[in-house]
T-cell receptor, first 117, second 112 residues
Framework: GAVVSQHPSWVICKSGTSVKIECRSL??????MFWYRQFPKQSLMLMAT?????????EQGVEKDKFLINHASLTLSTLTVTSAHPEDSSFYIC?????????????FGSGTRLTVV | QKEVEQNSGPLSVPEGAIASLNCTYS??????FFWYRQYSGKSPELIMS????GDKEDGRFTAQLNKASQYVSLLIRDSQPSDSATYLC????????????FGDGTTLTVKP
């Protein structure tokens, strides 16, 4: 089945630095990638949708200058948290929808636990 | 009203019992319905998908869909402690691609 590889699985960074999270589709081409954030004991919150070759679409209230999303190729989407602060500490998860013409649920990456100190 | 609502948890059942998880959705145009399981500290994994009214069975899991009532449920038979997790209901307008809307999840604990 479809696999999305997400790295790093966890990262600790200092306040004010930037962190890049990568998601790669290993055996299929992901023209779309959804990026979620999840705080402890809360549900998934969609942050943005990245599309290969075009600008990402951000959900209301998500700062696009702070959370930079790039979908450089059909197999790679990245999320960069710029000038991270402790309140950005969260679990970030990417997911890809079924390939075109296919039905089914999303394939999720394994998630990145970000801790900003 | 939330787009996707799940019965508030946590839900606790004894080992071997049937666990019943419920979900309602607001958009009548929804066509695809999914149940994901999320263990603590892990990302969600798809366990069931259903697209037409009725029941769909996969091992110990049965998904039930009633579009007229805008209701989807998940039954877990012979619950095991390893089933203890948060279960997320997700709804999508189309049958492929496009954004899914997730419920807040129901946390299930299966007690040995």
């Amino acid at each position: 089945g479809a696999v999305v590889s997400q790295h790093p699985s966890w990262v600790i960074c200092k306040s004010g630095t930037s962190v890049k999270i990568e998601c790669r589709s290993l055996d299929f081409q992901a023209t779309t990638m959804f990026w979620y954030r999840q705080f402890p004991k809360q549900s998934l919150m969609l942050m943005a949708t990245s599309n290969e070759g075009s600008k990402a679409t951000y959900e209301q209230g998500v700062e696009k200058d702070k959370f930079l999303i790039n979908h450089a190729s059909l197999t790679l989407s990245t999320l960069t948290v710029t000038s991270a602060h402790p309140e950005d500490s969260s679990f970030y998860i990417c997911s890809a929808p079924p390939t075109q013409g296919a039905i089914g649920g999303y394939t999720f990456g394994s998630g990145t636990r970000l801790t900003v100190v | 009203q939330k787009e996707v609502e799940q019965n508030s948890g946590p839900l606790s059942v004894p080992e071997g019992a049937i666990a019943s998880l419920n979900c309602t959705y607001s958009d009548r145009g929804s066509q695809s319905f999914f149940w994901y399981r999320q263990y603590s500290g892990k990302s969600p994994e798809l366990i069931m998908s259903i697209y037409s009214n009725g029941d769909k069975e996969d091992g110990r899991f049965t998904a039930q869909l009633n579009k007229a009532s805008q209701y989807v449920s998940l039954l877990i038979r012979d619950s095991q402690p390893s089933d203890s997790a948060t279960y997320l209901c997700a709804v999508r307008l189309g049958t492929n691609a496009g954004k899914s809307t997730f419920g807040d999840g129901t946390t299930l604990t299966v007690k040995p």
